[in-house]
């Protein structure tokens, strides 16, 4: 990547300093001090300039399946949803994929978690993988798994779900395939059975073993809603967090979505083990799941970053959105003082990376990664406003640039990577064909 300077804008660079009118120099796909004389500069006048926002939570293939089971709580969402997803193909998971992450670099999101948790008819993860080194984010894709079927008491219907032994083998061959350690990585792979409702103990206690011998990271959904806390009692005696603790998923690799009925004790454990939260506030408005606490969550001390969940569960996937959903949500049960806005930025950014345990992403300090989100400040939704560090409050929801590792994703308002109409007409031949 070619040196450049990013000049006249606000930059809030998330790294505790105020937000300042400064040059932002780029070089080597890092952010550095200062760049030789005569390198490229890009007017950010007007603009201000963040880190690229983190995502920690997605199932990027169900971009193809919004707005379905409008008003359904969260088992009987997914029992509609699952026949549908059971007949997706390569094709489906691929073109969702690339439209979920245009979508999602269009709302300031440079670094991406993914779930995917079914493979019908020859998916496989790197579908995903592909789809992300084309449109150019930096990707953690996990390998999810079902296990346990409706004839064995699981949720989901028996076609969807795998043998544990090939689940696991499976996740061996992708870590080895395309887990990439090194600093600045742009692909580092986890392991993700989907829900203590959809796999076994067994499969659970495996897949921590697995991944620690591997030194990958572990994700799951956990304590969504009543329902699903009220199956763990039932069916393990126990609370979601007491049976994540005795089956190895907690500790500083282990982060879990929605966490919205985690208690006291709950966040306590969290807390000493440094067990990450993935704080999905739309889909927990969509589905009715409840409010995280996120301001106790935070307080303690246990790290959070966002998620904007599914598409089928939010029905968008906008990063900037969340954080204000993140804000808003706080504000609303525990007053206009209860979440600061900067709480909510850093949600967002750092939150995010302590989550997906990086340390070289989530702020703009020299040395971090190149990943930057312009936000012009200048237009219709930020018109009138007062301060221009206020994104949250104000607008605009979509960015200007987006640079990954210095590369430019998203210019003038434009996703460059990939075509994008040509993407979305596809995914309406796609649907098409499955309704
Ligand atoms: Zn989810």
């Given at each position: 990547m070619a040196d450049l300077i990013l000049r006249g804008g606000l930059v809030e660079a998330m790294d505790g300093a105020a937000p300042s009118e400064r040059d932002l120099c780029l070089s080597g796909?890092?952010?550095?001090?200062?760049?030789?004389d005569g390198a490229e500069v890009l007017d950010v006048s007007g603009c201000l300039v963040t880190p690229g926002l983190i995502n920690t939570h997605h199932h990027l293939y169900q971009t193809l399946t919004r707005g379905i089971a409008q008003d359904a709580p969260l088992f009987g969402w997914l029992q509609t949803l699952y026949p549908i997803w059971q007949r997706f193909t390569p094709d489906h998971v691929a073109c969702a994929t690339r439209l979920g992450l245009a979508e999602l670099a269009l709302?300031?999101?440079?670094?991406?978690?993914?779930?995917?948790?079914?493979?019908?008819?020859?998916?496989r993860l790197e579908d995903t993988i592909h789809a992300a080194a084309e449109v150019g984010l930096r990707f953690h894709p996990t390998r999810g798994a079902m296990s346990i079927g409706e004839s064995d008491g699981g949720l989901p219907p028996d076609a969807l779900v795998e043998d544990e032994r090939a689940i696991l083998d499976d996740?061996?061959?992708?870590?080895?395939?395309?887990?990439?350690?090194?600093?600045?990585?742009?692909?580092?792979?986890?392991?993700?059975?989907?829900?203590?409702?959809?796999?076994?103990?067994?499969?659970?206690r495996d897949a921590a073993l697995l991944a620690r011998d591997k030194g990958v990271r572990l994700h799951t959904h956990l304590a969504e809603n009543d329902e699903d806390v009220a199956f763990s009692l039932e069916r393990f005696g126990q609370r979601p967090g007491d049976y994540a603790r005795d089956l190895g998923w907690t500790g500083e690799d282990v982060w879990h979505a929605h966490c919205v009925k985690l208690d006291d004790a709950e966040t306590r454990l969290f807390a000493a083990t440094?067990?990450?939260v993935a704080h999905c506030p739309c889909s927990n408005g969509r589905l009715g799941s409840g409010i995280a606490p996120v301001r106790a969550m935070v307080d303690a001390g246990v790290p959070v970053?966002?998620?904007?969940?599914?598409?089928?569960?939010?029905?968008?996937?906008?990063?900037?959105?969340?954080?204000?959903?993140a804000l808003l949500m706080q504000r609303a049960v525990g007053g206009a003082e209860a979440f600061a806005h900067r709480e909510a930025m850093a949600l967002a950014t750092t939150?995010?990376?302590?989550?997906?345990?990086?340390?070289?992403?989530?702020?703009?300090?020299?040395?971090?990664?190149?990943?930057?989100?312009?936000?012009?400040?200048?237009g219709l939704d930020a018109a009138g406003s007062w301060d221009a560090g206020a994104l949250l409050l104000a607008g605009p929801r979509r960015v200007r640039d987006l640079l990954v590792e210095g590369r430019r994703v998203v210019e003038a308002g434009r996703v460059v990577t990939i075509d994008v109409p040509a993407e979305v007409a596809r995914a309406r031949r796609l649907v098409e064909a499955l309704a």
């Open positions: 796909g890092v952010v550095v001090d200062a760049v030789p709302s300031g999101c440079t670094t991406t978690s993914d779930h995917l948790y079914l493979f019908p008819n020859g998916v996740c061996i061959r992708v870590i080895d395939a395309f887990h990439d350690p090194a600093p600045g990585s742009m692909c580092r792979v986890g392991v993700a059975p989907c829900s203590p409702f959809s796999v076994s103990t067994g499969l659970m440094g067990t990450g970053g966002l998620g904007v969940d599914g598409s089928a569960s939010n029905d968008r996937a906008s990063l900037v959105e969340e954080a204000r959903q939150g995010g990376a302590r989550v997906l345990g990086r340390d070289d992403v989530g702020t703009l300090a020299p040395g971090m990664r190149a990943d930057v989100a312009v936000w012009d400040m200048a």
